[in-house]
């Protein structure tokens, strides 16, 4: 099979987890690496034995990638994404696809014009314990998906918020807890209850007084199915709690994932220290599978790099999308419908009443 030519744009503190990932995917190549800071391009390439580049064009152009992955600070994805795809070159994008709406559409436009794949990063949705909600949800084994609640107890501190200059500020991070630490349970949300409707929610600045952003936002939702949602998340318990979404059916069973134990890793900084597991299962007839389920993914959990292996699963699902004529699982699309719920919170925060989607 012939190598998938890789490059990235970004080469901060998640393209060291990209680089690991990639490392362990036998088909793909990196090829050359691209960050606006020439000494932090210099000293990435010259590590992964790749070429450095600063301007995102002369790479494409010089270094002839298929795909490129983008790890820049979120309002930094879109330009980025939007001359990698109308140069045909596929387009996968940490998360969040972006900090505001007509960032999504523009990078949507430019897919569809330049005919490549755009994908988003949530690397959650491919963890045994998320996957097997999902299966059980699509099988209707809780009937209708008619609660969706997401918790998230996090914990940053201000050396996290002044390790980038971007970091903290609605310019250059374009929010905080809503647009950083959770999109991933945002998505997971959202592919397990479907299309949001409406929202009501409120963001706070608890005891973050240095950065402008929110450290601690709820929210409810009225899903497009009729089903409801509820989110509490925050980065401003010490220390971080755990990070769970629970989906509950109209048959009055229950599936559950704890994403996260303690607080989320920072890329980088901090690894991924225990695996995601199910943390509820009452599907009737299924009671007893949870010990079982946790003993599943705990065993393998201890078999990889826990920190990369759900980026490298991610990975090859894009590149296999691209040599399949496929979507790939998390889609531009899915990204954009996090944003647009993000942004909708933000909304009903600003002007006191509920806002409706789509
Ligand atoms: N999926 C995950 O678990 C995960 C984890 C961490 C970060 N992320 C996401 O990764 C992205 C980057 O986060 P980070 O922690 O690596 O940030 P970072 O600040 O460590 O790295 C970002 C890099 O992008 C470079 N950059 C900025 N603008 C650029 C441009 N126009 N062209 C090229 N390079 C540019 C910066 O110089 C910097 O080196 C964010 O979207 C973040 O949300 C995802």
């Known amino acids: 099979m012939p190598l998938a030519r890789v490059a990235l744009v970004g080469c901060g503190k998640v393209a060291q987890v990209h680089v690991a990932a990639l490392r362990s995917l036998p088909d793909v190549e990196l090829v050359a690496a691209c960050d606006a800071l020439p000494d932090r391009a210099a000293s990435f390439a010259a590590a992964h034995g790749v070429r450095p580049f600063t301007e995102v064009p002369t790479m494409l152009r010089e270094a002839k990638p298929q795909a490129v992955i983008i790890g820049t600070p979120h ?59 999902k299966e059980a949800v699509d099988a209707g084994k809780i009937g209708t998906p008619s609660l969706g609640v997401f918790l998230g107890y996090n914990w940053r501190d201000a050396a996290y918020y002044q390790s980038d200059p971007w970091r903290g ?95 989320t890793f920072v890329a980088g900084l901090s690894g991924v220290a225990a695996p995601p597991l199910n943390d509820l299962w009452t599907i009737p007839g299924e009671e007893d599978r949870l010990a079982a389920f946790q003993a599943e993914d705990r ?34 699309e899915a990204g954009r419908a996090v944003v647009e719920l993000f942004a909708a919170i933000y909304r009903s925060s600003r002007e006191g009443k509920p806002v409706t989607l789509g």
């Not at 709406?101 to 994908?119: H, I, N, Y």
């Not at 699963?313 to 531009?332: M, N, S, Y």
Request: proline share 5%; with cysteine; charged share 15%.
């Open 299 to 332: 065993a393998a959990f201890a078999t990889v790099d826990g920190t990369s292996y759900y980026h490298a699963l991610q990975f090859a699902d894009f590149f296999g999308a691209i040599r399949e004529g496929r979507q790939p699982v998390v889609t531009g």
């Open 169 to 263: 500020k609605w310019d250059t991070e374009g929010g905080g807890v809503l647009v950083n630490q959770s999109p991933h349970q945002l998505d997971i949300l959202l592919w397990l209850m479907g299309p949001a409707a409406e929202v009501s929610g409120y963001w706070a600045n608890v005891n973050h007084p240095t950065v402008e952003v929110d450290d601690t936002a709820v929210a409810s939702i009225r899903f497009q199915s009729g089903g409801l949602g509820s989110i509490a998340t925050s980065v401003s318990q010490k220390p971080g709690i755990y990070t769970k979404v629970h989906i509950h059916g109209s048959n009055g069973a229950s599936v559950g994932v704890e994403t996260d134990r303690g607080a």
């Open 75 to 133: 309002p930094r994805h879109a330009e980025p994404a939007v001359q990698a795809a109308e140069a045909g070159v596929h387009v996968l994008v940490e998360k969040p696809l972006a900090a505001n709406l007509a960032d999504c559409d523009a990078m949507l436009a430019a897919a569809r014009k330049g005919g490549v794949t755009l994908g988003v990063i949530s690397q959650r949705r491919f963890c045994p314990a998320v996957r097997r909600m």
